[in-house]
């Protein structure tokens, strides 16, 4: 490789941990209830905000390590808490690390075979996705669920293999004991 053509000049960027805010700014995607209508077991509507994420862009190769903070705001719709689309990646065997900065979470993972494993998240956490597995992040929390996310920057987001399989093998309800993971009625194994 000629390290000519592909030199980057180094640069920071502080994290907000409550909020998930970057400086240098960066805006936010923003996902609403309404661009989640069948993501829940049971379909949803309205403008509530649900999460953002703020990305730090590099060129997406596989040289290159993309990272983002998500900032996923608490609530529930229909009994199931508030969470992220959920994905694999497009390039099945890409990797990713999440790290947690705020708030209280589960981290859903499911493989391309129903496997699923469940895993918390708080600030502090250190969760490593191995490629092939689906992750779906949920705030089970009163407060935002802030964490950031480093990935190989050509590993692209795969949203339509979890709808078409009616999302995770499990979803996270509030339990007698707080929050539970229960199967999910929905989900039909590819
Ligand atoms: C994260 C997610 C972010 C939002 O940066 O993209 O938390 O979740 P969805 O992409 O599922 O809407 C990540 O896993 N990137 O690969
Ligand atoms: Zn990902």
Redesign the pocket.
């Known amino acids: 490789m000629n390290m000519k053509d592909t030199l980057l000049v180094p640069f920071s960027f502080a994290i907000d941990t409550v909020n998930g805010t970057l400086t240098p700014e960066r805006p936010p995607v923003q ?1 609403r209830l309404d661009d989640m209508k069948t993501a829940y077991a049971q379909e949803t509507s309205g403008d509530d905000l649900v ?1 953002e ?1 703020r990305q730090i862009d590099v060129p997406t190769t596989n040289s290159n390590l993309l990272s ?1 903070t ?1 900032t ?1 705001y608490p609530g529930k719709t229909n009994g199931e808490y508030y969470m ?4 694999f ?1 497009q390039k099945r065997d890409r990797a ?1 690390v ?1 790290v947690g900065l705020s708030g209280e979470g589960r981290l859903l993972m499911a493989s391309e075979s129903g496997e699923v494993v469940v895993e918390e998240m708080r600030a502090g956490s250190v969760n490593y ?1 191995p490629g092939g597995w689906a ?3 949920v705030n089970v929390g009163e407060e935002p669920l802030v ?1 950031y ?1 480093v ?1 190989i920057a050509d ?1 692209g ?1 795969d ?1 339509l293999a979890i709808e078409h399989q009616g999302g995770f093998p499990v979803i996270i309800v509030e339990g007698e004991n707080g929050p539970e993971a229960v199967p999910n009625p929905r989900f039909q194994q590819a």
């Open positions: 996902r999460y994420v983002s998500t996923l992220t689309k959920g994905h990646h990713e999440y996705v992750h779906r992040s964490f996310a990935y590993a987001q949203y």
